[in-house]
């Protein structure tokens, strides 16, 4: 299957400060790529859909200049948690869809990233 | 509103059984079906995509999907230990900006 890598695996920072998560797909272009949360114990709840060269498109009750996305190239998405605070604590997870697959909608995830705000 | 409904769960089976995990949607346009097992403090890992009636098989896996139904349902054959973990089942609608709708997950386990 297509891999997605994700970084950095774990953070842990102080409440204040940004953090930036990156997202790459090696071997398949994403013009597309989702970016989900989850809490412990329940299911992914999707946050904003990252396209290529445009802006990301946000789900209902996902703060836009609080999670910025840019989606600077066909393997590359980045969401920024900026002025992070514990309850922007939980598993961050990318996903990427590869273009030829745009029908289908086959999604591959990184191996998220476990954000903790002290 | 789309849903995706995993209501069973959790399931526990003895080593060797056969794990019957279920997943019914509710729109009927749904043209794409996927199940992903996640362990513990992991990401999803594809398993199994099926997009027509009938039955996909892939090793110890089958999937099987009714549209008329609309359900989908994961069998896991000869289930090891390893296989201990929550599956997700995710459905996609027609067209290329359909989103992936993810049920709630049913959490396995198997007793050695």
Partial sequence: GAVVSQHPSWVICKSGTSVKIECRSLDFQATTMFWYRQFPKQSLMLMATSNEGSKATYEQGVEKDKFLINHASLTLSTLTVTSAHPEDSSFYICSARADENVRWGKLFFGSGTQLSVL | ?112
């Fill in chain 2, 1 to 112: 509103q789309k849903e995706v409904e995993q209501n069973s769960g959790p399931l526990s089976v003895p080593e060797g059984a056969i794990a019957s995990l279920n997943c019914t949607y509710s729109d009927r346009v749904s043209q794409s079906f996927f199940w992903y097992r996640q362990y513990s403090g992991k990401s999803p890992e594809l398993i199994m995509s099926i997009y027509s009636n009938g039955d996909k098989e892939d090793g110890r896996f089958t999937a099987q999907l009714n549209k008329a139904s609309q359900y989908v349902s994961l069998l896991i054959r000869d289930s090891q230990p390893s296989d201990s973990a929550t599956y997700l089942c995710a459905v996609k609608g027609p067209g290329a900006n359909s989103k992936l709708t993810f049920g709630k997950g049913i959490t396995l386990s198997v007793r050695p």
